[in-house]
Nanobody, 119 residues
Framework: QVQLEESGGGLVQAGGSLRLSCAAS????????MAWFRQAPGKEREIVAA????????SYSDSVKGRFTISRDNTKNAVYLQMDSLKPEDTAVYYC????????????WGQGTQVTVSS
C-alpha cells in the first residue's frame, strides 16, 4: 500500500521560502509519477508540479514556474517542493500525490500540509 506523508508547511512572509517534503513508502516508485497539488479556500485543487521518478522529467504550472522546484531523493524515497519568492496567492493546503506512469488520475494522496504566505 502506497503511503505519502507531507511535512514542512508553515507561515512565511511574502518573498520568503519553504521546502515541503513528501515521504513515500509501500512501493518501489521507479514507474511512478510524483506530483504536488494545492487547494486554496474556495478553489479547486490544482497541480503545481510533477516529476517522473525515473529520469527526473519535471513539469510546472505557469503560476509557479521559475519559483518552485520539484526534486527527489532516491535513497530516502522522498520528494520535495522548494518554494521560493512566495506570494500570498500561494497560500493553500499542499498535497503530495503519486501514481503509475500512464494513469490518468492520481490514486495515492498524502494528508496535506498548510502553507500560509502573509503580505
Amino acid at each position: 500500500q502506497v503511503q505519502l506523508e507531507e511535512s514542512g508547511g508553515g507561515l512565511v512572509q511574502a518573498g520568503g521560502s519553504l521546502r515541503l517534503s513528501c515521504a513515500a513508502s509501500g512501493r518501489t516508485f521507479n514507474n511512478y509519477i510524483m506530483a504536488w497539488f494545492r487547494q486554496a479556500p474556495g478553489k479547486e485543487r490544482e497541480i503545481v508540479a510533477a516529476m517522473r521518478w525515473i529520469g527526473g522529467i519535471t513539469s510546472y504550472s505557469d503560476s509557479v514556474k521559475g519559483r518552485f522546484t520539484i526534486s527527489r531523493d532516491n535513497t530516502k524515497n522522498a520528494v520535495y517542493l522548494q518554494m521560493d519568492s512566495l506570494k500570498p496567492e500561494d497560500t493553500a493546503v499542499y498535497y503530495c500525490a503519486a501514481d503509475l506512469l500512464g494513469t490518468k488520475s492520481y490514486r495515492y494522496w498524502g494528508q496535506g500540509t498548510q502553507v500560509t504566505v502573509s503580505s
